[in-house]
């Protein structure tokens, strides 16, 4: 557990001082993990309503941050480029997300247009409205998703890096809330750009 907790710890670390310059990246993921706290409660009361707003807020705030506002340039603070951070992203790095947004975003037109093919994903007591089918899917989806990258991780490194990066996903609401609640106050001071003093002093 203690090696579990120390890589979990390492894998928070450099995920923040690599991949979260941006103020309005911070906040979005502020959003995004606010958001992200109202799927989960709905994950026991409908899971489909869990899945919309997963899907439809808190992962499009969050990679809107990621795609269109975080820094692609060199990273003077890592002393890394942008090549070198994405080559070696733990989680799903911005190549593998397009793949991953490319499916969620098919999800909702095959059910729209091959309802038929689909329906074995909502249970019997459900309607098979495309919108359920696609909540359904979604929500296959981002466990599908978790698991898969578990696996290469596993398969790549260790388990133990495997099993830290999904208690990091699982978690990274909370920890996320922790780490940028600030940031929309920075950003109404004019602060574009994580100044990352804490990052260079360590760094350096």
């Given at each position: 557990m203690k090696d579990l907790l120390k890589?979990?710890?390492?894998?928070?670390w450099d995920d923040h001082r690599y991949y979260h310059h941006s103020r309005v990246n911070q906040t979005l993921h502020l959003i995004s993990a606010l958001s992200f706290l109202?799927?989960?409660?709905?994950l026991?009361?409908?899971p489909v309503v869990s899945a919309l707003i997963a899907w439809l807020f808190s992962m499009s705030t969050r990679q809107i941050g990621h795609f269109f506002f975080e820094p692609k340039g060199y990273d003077e603070i890592n002393l890394?480029?942008?090549?070198?951070?994405?080559e070696i992203k733990v989680g799903y790095n911005l190549k593998r997300k397009i793949v991953l947004l490319s499916i969620c975003a098919l999800i909702p037109v095959l059910a729209y247009w091959m309802p038929q093919?689909?329906?074995?994903?909502?249970?019997?007591?459900y309607e098979d409205t495309p919108v359920r089918i696609t909540g359904m899917l979604w929500l296959f989806l981002g466990i599908a998703g978790?698991?898969?990258r578990v696996f290469q991780l596993w398969h790549q490194e260790s388990l133990l890096a495997g099993l830290a990066w999904a208690m990091k996903i699982i978690t990274d609401p909370v920890h996320d809330i922790k780490m940028y609640y600030k940031s929309p106050f920075y950003?109404?001071?004019g602060e574009w750009i994580d100044p990352m003093d804490h990052v260079r002093t360590s760094v350096h």
């Open positions: 890589t979990l710890e390492t894998q928070r109202v799927a989960y409660v709905y026991f009361i409908d890394a480029t942008h090549e070198y951070k994405e093919y689909l329906t074995w994903a909502v249970p019997a007591a978790l698991t898969f950003l109404l001071r």
